[in-house]
């Protein structure tokens, strides 16, 4: 089945040290999205990528960066987690200019603790 | 800007009672409007989406209509299963890429 998959499901990492959270999609969708999602809120979109092109949200912090080596992969980087960064990091494709181009489709994400 | 209001939580239902859960939109342009579910420990599923005023968007018994003079699309389902428990995220996408989310509903359906 064409999904999206976030690996690890979980991540612990220590103050400060940097860790990388992994999406993979079979869905070949040309744009690609990690939100954060803490406790009890709402998603919030930290960026995304159409195609190669990057589009940073105003208010994502610069500790926060992402790489998309090709269409099927895409990485999020935090380079010094803070305890505030201890989150669900979730995944999402879209398909833009298909019938369902509004729509996003997730992956499960990725639990991260920082210690 | 755009935005999504969504009723305040938590719902706790008794097994096959009926669920309204209400969301109101405020946006430029047309967006599309969309019921996401989260179960517990899990990525966000779509429920149910709406494309266009007077669209019904519906899914395992669930239904929401875009009703755009009042600017709402509230979530309904006639009889709720303790299967139905979890958090639902209204949200609306004008053209951009963005999905903006209300700030979840946890329902929980108890036996």
């Known amino acids: 089945d064409a999904m999206v998959i976030q690996n690890p499901r979980y991540q612990v990492t220590q103050f400060g040290k940097p860790v990388t959270l992994s999406c993979s999609q079979t869905?070949?969708?040309?744009?690609m999205y990690w939100y954060q999602q803490k406790s009890s809120q709402a998603p919030k979109l930290l960026f995304h990528y159409y195609d190669k092109d990057f589009n940073n949200e105003a208010d994502t912090p610069d500790n926060f960066q992402s790489r998309r080596p090709n269409t099927s992969f895409c990485f999020l980087d935090i380079r010094s987690p803070g305890l505030g960064d201890a989150a669900m990091y979730l995944c999402?494709?879209?398909?833009?200019?298909?019938?369902?181009?509004?729509?996003?489709?997730f992956g499960p994400g990725t639990r991260l603790t920082v210690l | 800007g755009d935005s999504v209001t969504q009723m305040e939580g938590p719902v706790t239902l008794s097994e096959e009672a009926f669920l309204t859960i209400n969301c109101t939109y405020t946006a430029t342009g047309y967006p599309s409007l969309f019921w996401y579910v989260q179960y517990p420990g899990e990525g966000l599923q779509l429920l149910l989406k709406a494309t266009k005023a007077d669209d019904k968007g519906s899914n395992k018994g669930f239904e929401a209509t875009y009703r755009k003079e009042t600017t709402s699309f509230h979530l309904e389902k006639g009889s709720v299963q303790v299967s139905d428990s979890a958090v639902y995220f209204c949200?609306?996408?004008?053209?951009?890429?963005?999905?903006?989310f209300g700030t979840g509903t946890r329902l929980t359906v108890i036996p």
């Open positions: 999402a494709t879209g398909g833009f200019g298909l019938s369902t181009y509004n729509e996003q489709f």
């Open positions: 949200a609306l996408k004008t053209g951009a890429n963005n999905l903006f």
């Open positions: 869905l070949n969708h040309n744009v």
